[in-house]
């Protein structure tokens, strides 16, 4: 007999996976429901709303990511850590044929004006994802690395933007060739801070 945390833990990855491809607007609660061969008692008893479960999902997702259970990593310690990021969500693009995107951005999407606490836990994962890219400029600066003008905070600013816009568009066009010129632009500009 399965524990009752696995039913919660199904919803969540059934969510996740099903957000991730449609959006959360395109998922139906008893899809997930289906998918996840948990029951509407043990929906109500873990998540109360649909609400709930898409809060489930982004604390989720938020965690496995700070954690680096995934291929995000935001603790780079050099330029050729760095220079990786990009390559990694343009790797992920091709390995899904183009068919996702960002599972945060995807979410954050389809978020109405009524669903503020929601908007507050998805822009909560990206500035903290922003303040590590951040970070890494501030302390490359420090070490010399970086020209006295380069701005640590605009330039995480322009690389998360590229990057969600990227997956965005690699989406849509179904091709990573915008991502990678955008990617490869952004490059040579902060190279040329160095």
């Known amino acids: 007999m399965e524990a009752k945390n696995s039913a919660k833990e199904r919803m969540v990855q059934s969510a996740l996976e099903l957000f991730h491809q449609r959006g959360i607007r395109g998922a139906s609660v008893d899809e997930i429901l289906k998918r ?12 109360k709303n649909k609400d709930g479960l898409v809060l489930a999902v982004v604390d989720y997702l938020e965690a496995i990511i700070r954690s680096g259970q995934v291929d995000s990593n935001y603790s780079f310690s050099s330029w050729d850590d760095f220079e990786g990021w990009f390559g990694r969500y343009i790797g992920f693009q091709k390995e899904v044929d183009c068919e996702l995107s960002c599972p945060l951005g995807t979410i954050g999407n389809d978020l109405t004006n009524d669903q503020d606490h929601l908007r507050r836990a998805v822009k909560s994962f990206f500035d903290w994802s922003t303040a590590q890219l951040a970070r890494f400029f501030a302390e490359r600066k420090a070490a010399g690395e970086l020209v006295e003008s380069a701005d640590p905070d605009a330039l995480a600013d322009l690389c998360m933007v590229v990057m969600e816009g990227g997956m965005l568009m690699s989406k ?3 091709s990573t060739a915008l991502f990678e010129r955008a990617a490869d632009q952004v490059l040579s500009y902060i190279r040329s801070l160095r």
Do not use: L, N
């Open 172 to 174: 849509i066009t179904r």
């Open 36 to 47: 996840s061969r948990a029951g509407k008692g043990q929906f109500s008893h873990y998540f």
